[in-house]
């Protein structure tokens, strides 16, 4: 069966430092990797995925994530955080064989960086 | 273009009643989506939709239906809603990519439904 785990309910970071948010998956075969970030009343917007090849993604407005196979993990970092990054984040696997596209998100994760 | 748009942005039903929430998007895509948000669950997938005139059931299908008839509209309807369908309702849609499946999916405003 597939699932996310998004360990960290909330992440707090004071402005400038680097920040870190886990995503752990389990599927069956091969995963494509996603993560999306909600501001409040708002849509989901994507963020970044990992498909294939370099284990390293960068995405939008400076975020990065790093493709663990071992690990299963799939963390989304940033080097230096903003007050505006503060938003719901949320992660999503879904199997690489399956032409259905159906994907499996976690609860997601609060982020506030303070100023 | 536009993306991907839900009308309305919000609604409160009385028990009983029933709504269809509607969602359209211009960019072509085959693959169309209805999930629900709730706190602390994350998004969860209602009914898909992989092409005009196709549907199916996601996880969580009871006490919806759902309709695609033309490519870019794919309408979620609720017949007799129940408080337990009060939630937030995001439709995505994505492009195929060729025989791999859909791409990444792209998801409207939401549509924040109570149910009294």
């Known amino acids: 069966?597939?699932?996310v785990a998004q360990p960290e309910d909330q992440v707090n970071v004071a402005e400038g430092n680097p920040l870190t948010v886990k995503c752990t998956y389990s599927v069956s075969g091969n995963p494509y990797l996603f993560w999306y970030v909600q501001y409040p009343n708002r849509?989901?917007?994507?963020?970044?995925?990992?498909?294939?090849?370099?284990?390293?993604?960068?995405?939008?407005?400076?975020?990065?994530?790093?493709?663990?196979?071992?690990?299963?993990?799939?963390?989304?970092?940033?080097?230096?955080?903003?007050?505006?990054?503060?938003?719901?984040?949320?992660?999503?696997?879904r199997d690489r064989g399956s032409t259905l596209g159906r994907l499996y998100f976690g609860r997601g994760t609060q982020l506030t960086v303070w100023p | 273009n536009a993306g991907v748009?839900?009308?309305?942005?919000?609604?409160?039903?009385?028990?009983?009643?029933?709504?269809?929430?509607?969602?359209?998007?211009?960019?072509?895509?085959?693959?169309?989506?209805?999930?629900?948000?709730?706190?602390?669950?994350?998004?969860?997938?209602?009914?898909?939709?992989?092409?005009e005139g196709t549907t199916a059931k996601g996880e969580v299908p009871d006490g919806y239906n759902v309709s695609r008839l033309k490519k870019q509209n794919f309408l979620l309807g609720l017949e007799s809603a129940a408080p337990s369908q009060t939630s937030v309702y995001f439709c995505a849609s994505a492009t195929p990519i060729?025989?791999?499946?859909?791409?990444t999916q792209y998801f409207g405003p939401g549509t924040r439904l109570t149910v009294l």
């Open chain 1, 1 to 3: 069966a597939q699932s």
């Open chain 1, 43 to 93: 849509g989901l917007q994507f963020l970044l995925k990992y498909i294939t090849g370099d284990n390293l993604v960068k995405g939008s407005y400076g975020f990065e994530a790093e493709f663990n196979k071992s690990q299963t993990s799939f963390h989304l970092k940033k080097p230096s955080a903003l007050v505006s990054d503060s938003a719901l984040y949320f992660c999503a696997v």
């Open chain 2, 5 to 51: 748009t839900q009308t309305p942005k919000f609604r409160v039903l009385k028990t009983g009643q029933s709504m269809t929430l509607l969602c359209a998007q211009d960019m072509n895509h085959e693959y169309m989506y209805w999930y629900r948000q709730d706190p602390g669950m994350g998004l969860r997938l209602i009914h898909y939709s992989v092409g």
């Open chain 2, 98 to 103: 060729s025989t791999r499946g859909p791409d």
